[in-house]
């Protein structure tokens, strides 16, 4: 069954600081990997889609990479802002239960002005 | 692009009653859907997934239970509700390419 772990759970920052934020998986017979952004009580926003032939992806200050092979993926989230408050969520995609996606628990950042 | 439209945003109710959520998407045809629950200190756990009409798959035992009735319709619902039923219900669609998420229901079961 495949696992998704992130490191670190929580996370605290002074404004302006790059981070880097750390997401692993058991099973690497992945479709795809997705970065996703919850703020408190409310849904969930796509951040980033890496698909398995993939390396990185980069949407603005947030880039994120793929190492299928290891397991691994990274968010680097350059130039921190008091608004990139919110738990980070890794997300990964096999062929069991209907290409559901896998949750890790995620990180949960605060980054102060 | 996909939408979801998940209510109702909060919900309190006691323990036995009936529980009825639902979920709507629009800008896409025959997705995958999903409900997912977020309890307190833990991760996102996908209770039951849809590849079509009809179609239902459950990932966990309890007293919940989900319908597809139409294609962008889907629906969690309960019987009776227990107290460890309290949690952030979301619904989910889209495939391999990428998942769109509505943005939840808060139920609390007192």
């Known amino acids: 069954k495949q696992e998704v772990t992130q490191i670190p759970a929580a996370l605290s920052v002074p404004e302006g600081e790059n981070l880097v934020l750390n997401c692993s998986f058991t099973?690497?017979?992945?479709?795809?990997l997705q970065w996703f952004r919850q703020d408190p009580g409310k849904g969930l926003t796509s951040l980033l889609l890496?698909?398995?032939?993939?390396r990185e992806q980069t949407s603005g200050r947030l880039n994120a990479s793929l190492d299928k092979s290891s397991g691994r993926s990274t968010l680097y989230i350059a130039a921190s802002q008091p608004g990139d408050s919110a738990t980070y969520l890794c997300?990964?995609?096999?062929?069991?239960?209907?290409?559901?996606?896998?949750f890790g628990k995620g990180t949960s950042l605060l980054v102060t002005p | 692009s996909q939408t979801i439209h998940q209510w109702p945003a909060t919900l309190v109710q006691p323990v036995g009653s009936p529980l009825s959520l639902e979920c709507t998407v629009e800008?896409?045809?025959?997705?995958?859907l999903y409900w997912y629950r977020q309890a307190a200190g833990r991760g996102l756990q996908l209770l039951f997934y849809?590849?079509?009409?009809?179609?239902i798959s459950s990932e966990v035992p309890q007293n919940l239970s989900a319908s597809r009735p139409q294609d962008r319709q889907f629906i969690l619902s309960s019987k009776k509700l227990l107290l460890s039923d309290s949690g952030f219900y979301l619904c989910?669609?889209?495939?391999?390419?990428?998942?769109?998420f509505g943005s939840g229901t808060r139920l609390t079961v007192v």
């Open positions: 890496i698909q398995s032939s993939q």
């Open positions: 997300a990964v995609i096999n062929s069991n239960s209907g290409y559901a996606l896998n």
């Open positions: 849809s590849v079509g009409i009809g179609q």
């Open positions: 800008g896409t045809s025959n997705p995958n």
């Open positions: 989910a669609c889209g495939r391999v390419g990428g998942y769109t």
């Open positions: 099973d690497s017979a992945i479709y795809n």
